[in-house]
């Protein structure tokens, strides 16, 4: 093959996108509760070792080509959009009543707000440092940010307190940290009740994600089950308007099963919102689209929450690897993962219809013949070949996931 010239390369990636097929319209796109995060298409490719890749983008123009995907909603930080130095100044509602505007040419409804705690300097030691001036500051931004949800009529409001813990140990009381953490989600309760009330709204769903390691070493709050003990530890003076957002890499990264923790945040009645991704057991946030690595456990996870409906949104937390250009953003990341997400999504609710999946899932409830209770051998015998229906079940769920249930084969060519 020729080197391909540079004024060629975007004709050749749409046209072998085109031939993988298999795209959804935007209309249908549209009819699944699938948010797009300003964060996630104005990442410029930037890391710790890494300079950006791509150039800057603002909101007018994500948010229309998100619109332009099917994309129906969207999700933002207050400084995505907003300058630190004009939070909660009169300043802020300018570009309040800009995104307004974006968002209702295009169809296009702001989902979810969310506060950034990690990035400017002013968080060095955390949302909930030993300082109080610190911990003000927290407050209003919190309080501030329900505001702007409540303008641009979202329903979630998510907390990542990514850097709520240390480097070094010693220095700081964890309890204390804790406590004081509660009283910025307090105060934002506090206020979504009196927004609210005043607007004649429902109050936002505050969603608290965890994340076990970056950017601290060490987090006070760094897994889902943390959280959930956390909303359930007496400090929270709403806890009633408290749930959780899982991520689902984020638990991967500690060696979970997603699959188990959104399973334990149902059971608590606190699985509101859910960001999507996939990468790598152990490693850092390599924030990769959704179905990348592991589409069959993906496609557990949604049997999981399909089957115990969850409507929350599925929000696209993940970052357009810096190997893509701002083009390939819009035309083959964000597209892909969305389709990957539909597909996984309509084959979760194949499982759930699979007669193969149902008998043998019915055959395990059921169990085998009754044997007397106190006589362990003769329990297990009375089980003992229904047992083999787990390793059938995972092989029809790979089956499923690889279209080999529609009868497809692989055979040997004769003569070798
Ligand atoms: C970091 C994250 C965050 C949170 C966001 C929502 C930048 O790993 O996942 O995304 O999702 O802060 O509040
Ligand atoms: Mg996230
Ligand atoms: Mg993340």
Redo the contacts with the bound molecule.
Sequence with gaps: MAPIPENQQQALVSRLMKACGGAYTPETRRKYFISGPQ?AAAYQGQALFHAPTRPAIGFEEIIRRYADIGIGYWAT?DTDVIPTEILGTEGQWEIVSRIRKALSDHGVHCSMV?T?TFYHAVWAAGPAAESPGVREYAKLRVRNTVDIGHELGASFA???P?SLGYFVQGAIDETSSLRWYADAINAACDRDVDVAARKNRPTLKHCL?A?PFEPQAEILLPTTDAMLAFISSGLLTRPEMVGV?P?YL?ELMWGAAPRAALARALLAGKLFHF?INDGYRLKH?V?IGVGLVNPLDWLNVLVLLRSHGYNGPFNL?YKPPRTTSQFGVFEVSFPTAVDRFITLWEMAGEVLSDPIVKEATDALKVGGPKAPTHDAAAVTAANYELLTLHELIAHRLVQILLGLHRGRVFSIPSGT
Aim: proline residues 0%; aromatic residues 18%.
């Design positions: 964060w930080h969310t950034e998510v907390y990542w990514g994600e994340k957002n991520e984020h960001d946030d924030d937390d």
